[in-house]
């Protein structure tokens, strides 16, 4: 298992991947709800590749997309946390991003702000990064209202095509949010 640290809020644990979150993962990732933003859902393998690489991401970086409880509640929500920006280059990397996807199930109770709280304050206090973005397409109206309820702020200067996504594609510009490391 990926050694990594363990956040804490109020009513959250930010924790290492175990192998149970594997299937509850894998359903969430096949939600067309919960995918409507990335170019498809994932079938089980997808899934299983993409805690691999979160795994891995730990490993080399000691940080990473923390898998999230609600303990007493739920084992498993989604995960939220910060990866380095390396699949791709555009204007704005090297970077280190924030994201989240929480399970359809516990959408609208503040619980991917709250995470993120905790992981922003882990990117600025312990890895003393200056800054942390996030990107999104322009019509993800929840992960946008998420960003700026974190105070973190958008300059239409900042929008970009992602070039993963093919030209043309619907989803291939993206809006960039970024938040700077308090008192700077």
């Not at 007493?72 to 390396?86: C, H, K, N, T």
């Not at 995470?115 to 990107?135: K, M, P, Q």
Request: glycine fraction near 8%; include cysteine; charged fraction near 25%.
């Amino acid at each position: 298992m990926t050694t990594a640290p363990t956040l804490q809020t109020r009513r959250l644990i930010l924790r290492p991947w175990r192998e149970a979150d594997l299937g509850p993962f894998a359903m969430m990732c096949a939600d067309p709800a919960v995918m409507e933003f990335f170019p498809h859902p994932l079938d089980r393998d997808e899934s299983e590749r993409s805690v691999d690489r979160i795994r891995d991401h730990f490993d080399r970086h000691g940080f990473g997309p923390w898998a999230v409880e609600v303990p007493g509640f739920a084992d498993f929500i989604g995960f939220v946390g910060l990866v380095v920006v390396s699949r791709f280059e555009a204007p704005f990397t090297p970077a280190v991003e924030i994201g989240w996807r929480l399970a359809r199930a516990y959408w609208g109770q503040g619980y991917a702000t709250e995470a993120a709280r905790a992981a922003l304050a882990f990117g600025f206090d312990d890895l003393e990064l200056d800054e942390i973005v996030s990107f999104t397409v322009p019509a993800n109206v929840r992960s946008r209202a998420v960003m700026e309820r974190l105070g973190m702020t958008h300059s239409p200067d900042d929008d970009f095509d992602h070039p993963t996504i093919p030209e043309g594609h619907p989803l291939r510009r993206h809006v960039l949010y970024r938040a700077r490391r308090p008192g700077e």
